[in-house]
């Protein structure tokens, strides 16, 4: 069924030059891009985006770290895109994230971990609303 889910190339690999190795990986996957966006992403619209983890201890260096400069917001579509992206990101700790995913291959770090996939289809539809509400 096809799908739609919210990434977000993280400040850490824009800086990096890893944006366009990254993108590539869900383009030959076969997800299509839908609307694609460079921001420096706003507090406001972070704490929105992270909800659920703003009272984390660790959510303010998050907040600081995903502010470190401008980041990639992109919509990707296709059959299962959801369950897809999350596992060409692989686990959120990078030092944890298998080889052959793109946290496992280009990330040491459970915060600079380079990209950020929805995690449900409900998830997919609210954060889309957030960083694409014209979408
Ligand atoms: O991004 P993902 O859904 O895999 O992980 P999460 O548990 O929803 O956490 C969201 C983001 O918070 C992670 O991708 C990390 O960038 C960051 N994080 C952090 O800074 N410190 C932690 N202890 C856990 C997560
Ligand atoms: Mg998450």
Same mark, same amino acid.
């Given at each position: 069924?096809? &799908?739609? *889910?919210?990434?977000?190339?993280? $400040?850490?690999?824009? +800086?990096?030059?890893?944006?366009? &190795?990254?993108?590539?990986?869900?383009?030959? !996957? %076969?997800?299509?891009?839908?609307?694609?966006? +460079?921001?420096?992403?706003? #507090?406001?619209?972070?704490?929105?985006?992270?909800? &659920?983890?703003?009272? !984390?201890?660790?959510?303010?260096?998050?907040?600081?770290?995903?502010? *470190? %400069? $401008?980041?990639?917001?992109?919509?990707?579509? %296709?059959?299962?895109?959801?369950?897809?992206?999350?596992?060409?990101?692989?686990?959120?700790?990078?030092?944890?994230?298998? $080889?052959? *995913?793109?946290? #496992?291959?280009?990330?040491? /770090?459970? +915060?600079?971990?380079?990209?950020?996939?929805?995690?449900?289809? &409900? /998830?997919?539809?609210?954060?889309? #609303?957030?960083?694409? $509400?014209?979408?």
């Amino acid at each position: 069924m096809s &799908e739609r *889910t919210l990434v977000l190339i993280k $400040p850490d690999a824009v +800086q990096r030059g890893l944006a366009g &190795e990254i993108l590539s990986r869900y383009e030959r !996957k %076969g997800l299509r891009i839908v609307a694609l966006e +460079q921001r420096n992403a706003e #507090g406001s619209v972070l704490d929105e985006h992270y909800a &659920e983890h703003v009272e !984390k201890p660790w959510y303010h260096e998050l907040r600081d770290f995903m502010q *470190t %400069g $401008p980041l990639l917001a992109f919509v990707l579509e %296709g059959d299962s895109a959801v369950s897809i992206v999350r596992a060409l990101n692989g686990a959120t700790d990078g030092r944890k994230a298998e $080889p052959g *995913t793109i946290r #496992g291959d280009f990330s040491i /770090s459970n +915060q600079a971990n380079l990209v950020h996939g929805s995690d449900s289809l &409900e /998830s997919a539809e609210r954060e889309i #609303g957030i960083w694409f $509400p014209e979408a």
